[in-house]
């Protein structure tokens, strides 16, 4: 198709020689030169160019070959610079589209980020408030078993301190019985002792009746500060 382009480019020119039709040199011109595909083309159309604009400078301004090829130029340019404005704007768009992507994309994991945390937040909350629940009521036990200790101790220790001073007045009772005197040369003799141990003190009275020569009879009884009687009674017989 070019070849085709070419000569018919030739002929233009040729027919511009002959009847002296400056005005479309220029279009034939430039077409002979855009599609020459071989140097003895491009030659061939230049001799063609050269010859043409030797008859025709006496009568009109012919474009100088650095004019044309300038035109040329110009119109490369022009066709260059809308496909790289197209490519700049495609650039331009791919970039928007990407940042568009990636900015909802962080949106998005902000977003799931966000959830998480909320919802870590409240099972973290709800761990929370579910420990000091078992902390209160736990502590609560705690309290009440260490009230329930310290009553049944205190009761305890009033028990074993009742039974010491019980224990040490008993003692001061056996003590006190055991010391009262009695005459042995009468029939009938009476008498008190006292006794005290530690926290105990008693006080006791006693008495001693000879029946026979050979058999006496002998009780005693004490008071002591636990409030509480102490009884003895004996019988002796010898032979």
């Known amino acids: 198709m070019k070849k085709t382009l070419l000569a018919s480019s030739m002929a233009v020119l040729a027919l511009s020689h002959s009847a002296q039709a400056a005005p479309l040199f220029p279009s034939a011109t430039e077409v002979a030169f855009d599609v020459a595909e071989s140097l003895a083309e491009f030659q061939k159309a230049a001799e063609l160019f050269k010859h043409y604009r030797a008859e025709q400078a006496k009568n009109i301004e012919i474009p100088t070959l650095e004019e044309l090829v300038y035109q040329q130029l110009i119109k490369q340019d022009k066709k260059v610079t809308p496909t790289i404005t197209e490519i700049d704007e495609k650039i331009q768009q791919s970039i928007n589209i990407n940042n568009d992507y990636i900015d909802n994309r962080l949106i998005e994991h ?120 102490v009884v003895g009674a004996g019988i002796a017989i010898g032979w």
């Open 110 to 229: 902000h977003r799931d980020l966000d959830n998480k945390l909320e919802l870590l937040d409240s099972q973290h909350s709800t761990i929370q408030a579910e420990n000091q629940n078992r902390f209160a009521h736990f502590q609560q036990n705690l309290d009440n078993t260490q009230a329930f200790n310290k009553v049944r101790f205190t009761q305890l220790d009033k028990k074993i301190t009742k039974m010491e001073k019980q224990a040490n007045s008993g003692i001061a009772s056996v003590a006190a019985m055991s010391n009262i005197p009695y005459s042995l040369n009468t029939r009938f003799s009476a008498g008190i002792g006292l006794g005290h141990y530690r926290n105990g003190n008693a006080i006791a009275a006693g008495a001693q009746y000879q029946l026979k020569k050979d058999l006496n009879l002998r009780s005693s009884i004490a008071w002591n500060n636990a409030d509480s009687a």
